[in-house]
Nanobody
């Protein structure tokens, strides 16, 4: 089981950029698919982006496609989420999660979670 720690959140103006990191412990990190979810106040947790363990395929929610980029560095046990052209509606707590199978968008399918990092985008 991997343990995950997010970092890189903060306050940014609309149109700005942030890069989130998801650092994992464990020697089997390369066998995990990693997903970013986010949760805004009074809203359900929603899928943002994912990267598979097998062929590094990437997946994005329509709301972030073209603005966010997910990548992974297995040597560093880290997954990154580059967020550009940020909008106020991107404001949320961002979580990374892992599972040892193919990517799915249902958060209930993930059994390893970080504690989250706050992203706030001002207008």
């Amino acid at each position: 089981q991997v343990q995950l720690v997010e970092s890189g959140g903060g306050l940014v103006q609309a149109g700005g950029s942030l890069r989130l990191s998801c650092a994992a412990s464990g020697r089997t990190f390369a066998t995990y698919s990693i997903v970013w979810f986010r949760q805004a106040p009074w809203k359900e947790r929603e899928f943002v982006a994912a990267i598979s363990w097998s062929d590094y395929s990437t997946f994005y929610a329509d709301s972030v496609k073209g603005r966010f980029t997910i990548s992974r560095d297995n040597a560093e046990n880290t997954v990154y989420l580059q967020m550009d052209s940020l909008k106020p509606e991107d404001t949320a707590v961002y979580y990374c999660a892992a599972r040892r199978h193919a990517v799915v968008s249902n958060p209930n399918a993930y059994d390893a979670w970080g504690h989250g990092t706050q992203v706030t985008v001002s207008s």
